[in-house]
């Protein structure tokens, strides 16, 4: 029993450990967290800086080169489900709550303090450095990891027919390795403990932001058994989704968080300062674009690393330790996808609609701050939970506004939670597209556990940090994931041509992935006995 399951229970030993010592030693363990964090953003933060930049130039190549249409699933699949169901299921677990609360956040954080002094603070160059500098953390950069662990695995899960494990991927290079099972599941473990640690503080700062808001709006009190209450519906939420499968539960309230958030945008939009709002989108858009290499690939001098350790080394460790975990349930919904639909997907349409979400909400928030109507920079410094609450005081509607934001953070909370109980699942389970339900019932209380303990000791913040210190090795394992899928796809590409010569009824399926002059050359078998030829003429 435990070789079948040793993965789900080394996994769940470790991070047993690591609450422990968060919930008794918070103060300790967060400092040493912190401290190993640091460390690494200074001697590291150059390598997470590249592999991002070298990510999205991968992907691009994957996308318009000749692997575009190769599909993720047998060539003459389909996809699983509609466009439209998909972006909502992508945009739910990628950055749902995250997005609600930072977008408004960030902008007003960086119109303070600018990144590296490149503007005055509270001026109006501070402002549009602010917006830019959003975009570019909740961009194509920030799916560049997501994106790259979904191709890989999906690849190997829907074309190759192989558990969709990290291990599975990596293997091919540790065939000869004496101590090639113990890494392989190390690997695994790793991929499983970044992912409920990462999730299980998230969803513990999101109970903390969802009692913020009703403290705030409501008059709630701010206490222990609120916080509970809070998790405990949550809890029953996301396990009642959990029993109802992938294509309900999770597919019914991504489309529902998704709806909502559109509603609440065009709403912002045009109730708000709309002409400022799209003046600034285009501007922060175009700056975005025009600054994106530069500042992918900037490292500051070390005595003014503290922005970037603090902001974009902290988010693109964030990206890469989470990559399993969003990175799975991508591949799990795009099955039967081109590379290029999948890339152009992941890599466009949830950044661009990040992008319109800050620059609605941060640019209503900086009509208000700039015509003095409120002083939300200062109140988002003193307090962030209620940054979004702040600005819905100076609104209309303002306790229906504040009613549909704690909606919409519960139900992108519940959406994922939903799916990090079913990836960790699929992930201590052999790779298995349908785990078994004790497992998926058995993660989502060790969830509820993890933030319940997290909660009343307050030791959340150590443990996230300490999440991120995965990143780095993880890094240099999404590099060999690289390069065995440039391998893999070759191999399946000339192995498709291959087939296409020895058919001799109907159209080939898959022919319309080669150009014309390949499918009229020679086959496979001659080009090769030419080329041996050329290069040994004794084969003449």
Partial sequence: MFANNRVFFISASIIFLLVLVGAFLPEQFASVANQAQAYVGQYFGWFYLASIFCFVVFLLYLAFGKYG????????????????????????AGFGVGLVFYGMAEPMIHYLGPPHGMAEASS???MHLAMQYSFFHWGLNQWAAFALVGLIVAFFQFRKERPGLVSNMV???????????????????????????????????GVLQVNGGLSYAFGFSDTFMVKLAILGLMFVCYMMSSLTGLDKGIKILSNFNMGLAMAFLVYLLFKGPTVFILEGFIHSLGGYISNFVKWSLTVPPEED?????????FLWAWVIAWSPF???????????????????????????????????????????QINGVAPLADNVAKNITHAMFDMYAYMDFTVILSALTLLLVFTFLVTSADSASYIVSQMTDNGSLNPPMYKRVTWGILLSAICLTLLATGGLSALQTASLLVALPFAVVLFIMMWVLMRELAEDRKQMLYDLYHRNEGTPVGADIFEADEITTPPVEERIKRRMVVTN???K
């Fill in 69 to 92: 249409k190769i599909r993720l699933g047998p060539q003459d699949s389909t996809p699983d489900f509609s466009f439209f169901s998909w972006i909502n299921m992508l945009l739910s």
């Fill in 124 to 126: 109006t160059e501070a």
């Fill in 171 to 205: 293997e091919p290079v540790l065939r000869n390795v004496k101590f090639q099972r113990p890494i392989l599941d190390g690997l695994d473990v790793l991929g499983v403990v970044a992912t409920v640690v990462g999730m299980a503080t998230s969803i513990g700062l």
């Fill in 305 to 313: 690393g503290a922005w970037m350790n603090q902001w974009t080394f």
């Fill in 326 to 368: 969003v990175g799975t349930f991508v591949a799990r919904i795009s099955r039967g996808r081109t590379i290029q639909e999948y890339v152009m997907g992941v890599l466009v349409v949830p950044p661009l609609l990040a992008c319109v979400w800050i620059a609605v909400v941060g640019g209503t928030a900086f009509d208000m």
């Fill in 537 to 539: 003429p004794r084969l």
